[in-house]
Structures are given as C-alpha cells and as structure tokens.
C-alpha cells in the first residue's frame, strides 16, 4: 500500500516551480559526495543532506577483488534510478489529481564482464534498464502510460541514464501490462536468471 499526500506533492511542485520562475538561480543544485577507497575495492562515501551527515559504503564481490562489505556501485545506481522514479511518478499522478492505491518498481539491466576487463569489444556500460513499474491506480490505461513516461522524463536520473542507453519502461496497470517499450530481444529479460 502506498501512503502519498497527493495535496502536499502538489503543493511543492506549484511552490518550487513558481519560485523556479522568479528566482532561477534557486533552482540550481550542487550535490557532491567525499569517497575514501578504504581496502582494495571497499569504498566510504560521506555526504550532508538535509541536516544530516550519510555514509555509505560501496564494495564489490571477492571475485571481483572486493570484500562485499556494501552494495555494488550497480547497485546503487539501480536504487538510484528506481528512488527517482518512484518519487517522481508519485508527483506526476499528485498532479494529475490520480489516487496512487499501490507502485512498485523494479529496475534491471545487465552488465556483460568482458567489457570491464576488455576481454573483447564489448562495452564496460549497461546496455539497457527496464523500468518494471506496477501501479493500482484510477488512471485509464492511457492516462498511466503517459504519466509513467512524463514522471521518467522529469526524474533526472532516469533523464540522465536515457542520454546514455535506453530505459525501457514495463508498465502493470491494474494487474494488466499496458505498456512494454522493450525490444523483441529483451523480451524474455524479466525471466532470465539475475545475480544475487
């Protein structure tokens, strides 16, 4: 179940938008983040947020030389893209005036090794995302694909990820698939056998 205060959503995408427009220069963020490689591939990533200090720590597999003492920096980018997406699907149905009863998300890729370790000509990136959506909403089945796609163009990590490969979405609408954007070859994809 989901909890979303759709008048509060609305209510900061009005204010931040209206200041936007009269002020400019308060719409520009610097986000940065201090990283210390502590052993091997085991990484300390310290920040400040919202008045408090974070700390996250980035590892790899013993395979692949780490201590898997954190989440792998794939991982982080997969939690990445599906908090921004999430959040940002939240406001597009706010706005929308769409009661939100349920969404979930799943994102996945896949990453071929021969690429970091330039066994071949394979690339050291991704090649894809889907965005595996699933929402219990009022919205007909038009109206959630094009607020799923309006929320994926406004998140700016999925707006970034697009620049780089494509982010398919699968849209669950009421338990029925309404939208799926993947290709023929990556059909099955959801099906395949992932890592742990």
Do not use: N
Not at 162 to 184: C, K, Q, S
């Amino acid at each position: 179940m989901s909890d979303v205060d759709a008048d509060r959503l609305r209510d900061s995408l009005s204010t931040l938008t209206a200041r936007s427009l009269r002020q400019p220069a308060s719409a520009v963020m610097r986000p940065s983040v201090r990283a210390t490689l502590e052993r091997d591939t085991a990484v300390l990533t310290t920040f400040r947020q919202y008045g408090t200090d974070w700390r996250l720590r980035v590892d790899e597999a013993t395979e692949r030389g780490g201590h898997e003492s954190g989440p792998s920096p794939m991982r982080y980018l997969l939690t990445s893209v599906a908090g921004c997406l999430l959040g940002w699907s939240a406001k597009t149905w706010a706005a929308a005036h769409v009661p939100l009863a349920e969404i979930e998300l799943e994102v996945r890729t896949a990453l071929d090794l021969r690429g970091e370790h330039r066994v071949d000509d394979t690339p050291a990136y991704p090649p894809w995302f889907v965005a595996d959506l699933r929402v219990h909403s009022e919205a007909a089945p038009d109206q959630a694909i094009d607020l799923a796609r309006e929320a994926r163009d406004r998140c700016p990590v999925t707006a970034l990820v697009t620049r780089a490969v494509p982010l398919y979405l699968l849209l669950h609408h009421e338990g029925a698939i309404v939208l799926d954007e993947r290709p023929d070859r990556l059909s099955a994809e959801d099906r395949e056998e992932s890592t742990t």
